[in-house]
């Protein structure tokens, strides 16, 4: 059983999510947000990503229903799939949880190569669920602004004061933001990291200032370094001491800190 004291806050363990999550007290997350293993056979230091199919989806529901009660009646979850196995995990938590969105993530990969016996794949699908009608959703956070040019094309009276023309529009289901090639100046040593663009836009939108990111697979720590940069709280677990010691640098980096100064990611007894 979990201890009821925050000890567990702002840390990543290095331990599998499926016994670190017993840490984290019940109702206790704001917004979870999952980039699991894909289920096509990347190499993160270990065997997590090598499972046949079966497998692969009786270890979703497994760490999903050991996941969604950490989050409290009016929090979120984000989770990163391939279109591979979207459909199934979606029915997974479709019975457990209400479907706001599926988001289309355009990696603006270059026109260039591919298969030849079907289209290439460009993009990642994103589940945005709900635990309750009445989830938390901060839309002005994540507006985005209109250029000088659109408010001035809107200059009729109707117009004037009008909240969405002054603040910007909603983001739309599909969000074409680069990949982080190895040249970016985000990336880090971690095949599959994910851009702070997007898991900011997630936290700011979807977890209330002050509020607590779960992230059951850290990797990289995106998740961490965007709680720590939008005013949040992080928890995480990360199988990989490799990743456990890119995450605290990260962060090292980010706080102006010398890593090591603060015991963020240990190796559970």
């Known amino acids: 059983m979990a201890a009821m004291n925050n000890d567990w806050i ?5 331990e599998d999510a499926l016994q670190g999550l017993q840490r984290i007290p019940d109702g206790s997350v704001d917004l979870l ?3 699991p293993p894909y289920g096509l056979g990347k190499d993160y230091g270990n065997d997590s990503d090598k499972l046949d199919t079966a497998a692969y989806l009786r270890w979703t529901e497994e760490w999903i229903d050991a996941a969604l009660p950490k989050l409290k009646p009016n929090g979120s979850l984000y989770i990163f799939l391939t279109w591979r196995f979207s459909p199934e995990i979606f029915v997974m938590l479709k019975q457990r949880m209400i479907m706001n969105n599926e988001i289309i993530w355009d990696r603006r990969v270059p026109s260039m190569g591919g298969g030849t016996r079907r289209f290439s794949s460009v993009h990642d699908t994103i589940g945005f669920f709900a635990c309750a009608k009445d989830y938390y959703f901060d839309l002005d956070a994540i507006r985005i602004p209109y250029d000088a040019e659109t408010k001035k094309a809107r200059s009729r009276s109707i117009f004037v004061g009008a909240k969405w023309l002054e603040l910007g529009y909603n983001p739309k289901d599909v969000w074409s933001v680069s ?20 898991v900011e836009r997630m936290i700011k939108a979807s977890c209330p200032p002050g509020g607590i990111v779960l992230d059951p697979f850290m990797g990289s720590g995106t998740t961490a370094v ?26 090292a980096q980010l706080d102006g800190q010398t890593p090591g100064e603060r015991p963020l990611a240990e190796r559970s007894a």
């Not at 190895?182 to 997007?198: C, F």
């Open 33 to 35: 947000l999952a980039d």
């Open 179 to 198: 990949r982080l090639h190895r040249e970016h100046r985000e990336r880090a040593d971690h095949p599959t990291q994910k851009p702070l663009e997007i």
């Open 226 to 251: 965007a709680a720590r940069r939008c005013g949040r709280r992080f928890v995480g677990f990360e199988l990989n001491p490799e990743y456990c010691a890119l995450i605290e640098q990260r962060l």
């Open 10 to 14: 702002d840390r990543v363990f290095g």
